[in-house]
């Protein structure tokens, strides 16, 4: 992991990010690695430039192609929940502005994105390429995971499914934990953490409630 210092990088933004680690330890992320990679992470350079004096509040906002970039809060607690050795497999569904990504690189885990917009797909590259985050990025559906790559030891969905994907099960490793926020669109969703025991045996868990924007099937209309 060698992230690059960039130019628009400036302290008040490093000093704003500290702010910001230190509201989410209060929230109960404690993971050091997760906390190290949100200080790091400069995450006013995934928004527009006009909205960057939202980008270390504690909120959603809206990116292009009607999508949003995650709560903060949202990032680290599903970074925190994946609890990996670094090094490991981790594949994102739902690059978006690439931000989530740029987090788990930080973490020290090698990373696949897939995203279903052509739009976010050459966006989150022009962000993450000069940061130095180094990851393998698709345009695809997230419904049918990344097979060449598989298995993962971590799959996280940054988009509400209405139910469990079966390909991401199929692509876990054993002793691999997906985690996905599961229900209808326009409702709270409940994230659920899935580990695999065994080839056939998962097991299930849920973690509380949180706000996503839909996955959809297939890569988006007029993208291909
Ligand atoms: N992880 C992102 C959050 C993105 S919001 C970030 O850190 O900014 C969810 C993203 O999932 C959107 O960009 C949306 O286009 C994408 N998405 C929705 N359904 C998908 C699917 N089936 N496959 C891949 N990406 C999908």
């Not at 790091?40 to 970039?69: G, M, N, V």
């Not at 598989?150 to 691999?176: F, N």
């Not at 409702?187 to 025991?197: C, D, L, N, P, Y």
């Amino acid at each position: 992991m060698n992230l690059q210092a960039h130019p628009d990088d400036l302290p008040r933004h490093q000093g704003q990010r500290r702010q910001l680690v230190e509201l989410l330890q209060s929230k109960g992320i404690s993971d050091e690695r997760v906390l190290e990679a949100i200080g790091l992470i400069p995450r006013h350079l995934f928004l527009d430039s006009s909205f960057e004096a939202f980008a270390y509040k504690d909120a959603a906002f809206p990116i292009r192609a009607s999508q949003t970039i995650s709560q903060p809060y949202t990032v680290a607690f599903q970074s925190q929940m994946l609890a990996l050795p670094p090094g490991s497999k981790v594949l994102e569904i739902g690059t978006g502005s690439g931000y989530q990504a740029a987090v788990l690189f930080a973490m020290g885990y090698k990373v696949y994105s897939i995203e279903r917009q052509k739009e976010l797909f050459d966006f989150s590259q022009r962000i993450l390429l000069p940061l130095g985050v180094n990851i393998t990025q698709r345009l695809g559906d997230g419904y049918k995971g990344m097979e060449s790559f598989a298995p993962y030891e971590g799959i996280l969905v940054t988009a509400a499914a209405p139910d469990i994907p079966k390909a991401l099960l199929s692509q876990l490793s054993i002793g691999g934990k997906l985690l996905i926020p599961v229900g209808p669109e326009g409702e709270e969703q409940v994230m659920h953490r899935i580990v695999r025991k065994s080839e056939k045996e998962f097991e299930r868990q849920s973690l509380g409630n949180f706000r996503f924007v839909p996955m959809l099937e297939k890569v988006a209309k007029g993208n291909l």
